[in-house]
């Protein structure tokens, strides 16, 4: 009877595909929702999914017969490539994200048969958070409670760490806990990996030591990570201690684990040890990938030693890796800072050979390269390319340009790129508008420095330190003290640390307007107590404000105002904090003695320099000649002259 009731053509179709007359007339005859039984009542799996791929219409509750089919099989990947489907359907008729997550859940609630598997609601919190819909994950695990499986906290809790939601993640994890679900490895990874990221590496290490009490053993997967978040935060040494712990308990590293350890040492400047790792795992036959390449490439550039990188693209060859844009990005910044710009540009071509395309960043190294070589009309040329080959340019891109035209006092060209760059639908940031402010202030010109400070005000953007330490330095240089201090306390005001040079430019500015004491007082301010006002410690404040520049700006003014021995107690000073005199420092002294006629003190600084491998220069030699001709002693000035025109020849 119900054959006679339907399109025959339809029923032909339909056996033609599944070989079965049941299936063929059920397709052919049913809705949806009359299609949901013969799916929950299909004998296999598959059978349920092909049906259901051939459903003309689909509903939330075919979805959710078909969801529960499948996961109840365990067939878990096919159920959450639905899920994930059903979601983004419901998304593009709600956009409500909140709203969907409840039309899922009440779909899959819905049903009422015995195909009922309460694990749906453990893979729809899966779904949720490997979509970026943690939210809704979250109100998900609220929902179902001690029902969710402890894959599912694991997915939650990764995607915690991985959005920074920490206290959420401490929350469910105790939750979790208190439900009666134990921590498996991966959960301990997770945890390990969240404390990392958080900066709390000894409570990590507790963590790492927890699982291991517990018998749990560490894998490769958690051993990377906790040696990633010991390299993260620069300690080599205790991230070398769990690569060797890892061997010793027969647990042996990958290619993941020896790029994590390789990029840690080349952060920290140890190329060395980066190669020997890298030879190591070369012995274990692990095969080197583009991650290993570019990390060590870029290490050696930054190092210096471009020979080495490009024998290692050489290498990449051999092991049948292709270079990425990245790896080339690094050798041609390696090229461009050792002031080879033919030979960076020369990669351009070598791009092309191998069909790999330049980006942004690639040609905003090369711009940056020409504009430190002084060649500006190639760095706005090579934007013209740029953009003429459809890769838009970007803040950095346009910062380059305008810093190179801002060094070379060209604040014309400088605002004409600005306005270029505004034109292109890129809104100067806080460094451009530093950039400008310090390209004035090079030129002495003040007051145009002041109106773009005034400018960033406008447009709600807060001066960097750059910015800061520039207007500073052009106030001090015109004299006004007034005005530089009043920037200096405004800085801190803003939280800003001020850096070494913008102390060197208030200590030179203070000396140059008899302001000693003031100078002297603000540098035992920094060095000894800390900047109250930015909270830092003493310790961090020594390192941060006693370097060179700034004991050669105050010991000058101290020389310059008489007081040779307040100097020298700051010279001797600076050697207790770890710091040698340079030439600059010894010229500056040598230089103060002679002024007060303290010709002895000059001939035992000279003495001294000599003794610390400080080749004197000329002006070290004049000072020297000079003092002795003045005092009497004309056979050491000779010696002084001999020595000089020896230097020169």
Known sequence: MLMNQLPLKSVLVHIGRY??????????????????????????????????????????????????????????SHARCLLKDLIQDLLVKSRRPYHVCQLAFNALSSLKTSKFSPNVYSELIIVLSKMGLVDEALWMYRKVGVAVARQACNVLLDVLVKTG???????????????????????????????????????????????????????????????????SDNKMEEAEGIHRLMRELGVLPNVYTYNTLMNGHCKVANVKQALRLYHDMLGEDLVPDNVTFGILIDGLCKFGDIKAARNLLVNMVKFSVTPSIAVYNSLIDGYCKAGDISEAMAFLSELERFKVSPDVVTYSILIRGLCSAGRIEEADNMLEKMMKEGIPANSVTYNSLIDGCCKEGNMNKALEICSRMIENGVEPNVITFSMLIDG?????????????YSEMGIKSLSPDVVAYTAMIDGHCKHGNMKEALKLYNDMLDNGLTPNSYTLSCLLDGLCKDGRVLDALELFTEKAEFGTTK???????????????????????????????????????????????????????????????????????????????????????YSTLSKGYRESGFLKSALNCSKELKELYC
């Open 19 to 76: 070989g079965s007359i049941l299936q063929a007339v059920a397709l052919s005859s049913s809705t949806p929702d009359s299609l949901i039984t013969t799916v929950l009542n299909c004998k296999s799996p598959k059978k349920a999914l092909e049906l259901f791929n051939a459903a003309p219409e689909k509903n939330t509750r075919l979805y959710s017969a078909i969801i529960h089919v499948l996961v109840g099989s365990k067939l878990f």
């Open 165 to 231: 939601r920490f206290e959420l993640l401490w929350g469910i994890y105790e939750e979790m806990v208190s439900n009666g679900l134990s921590p498996d490895v991966i959960t301990y990874g997770i945890l390990i990996d969240g404390r990392c990221r958080q900066g709390d590496l000894l409570r990590a290490h507790e963590i790492f030591d927890e699982m291991r009490v517990k018998g749990i053993e560490p894998t490769v997967v958690v051993y990377t990570i906790f040696i990633r978040g010991l390299c």
């Open 440 to 452: 004035y202030c090079k030129i002495r010109n003040i007051e145009a420095a002041m109106g773009i």
């Open 534 to 620: 930015c909270k830092v410690d003493a310790a961090e404040s020594k390192l941060s404000f006693t370097n060179h520049v700034v004991y050669t700006a105050l010991i000058h003014g101290l020389c310059e105002d008489g007081q040779i021995f307040k100097a020298a107690k700051l010279f001797s000073d600076m050697r207790s904090y770890g710091l040698q005199p340079d030439e600059v420092i010894y010229v500056v002294m040598l230089k103060g003695y002679f002024q007060v006629k303290r010709i002895l003190d000059m001939t035992m600084l000279h003495a001294d320099m000599l003794k610390f491998g400080i080749v004197p220069n000329s002006a070290i």
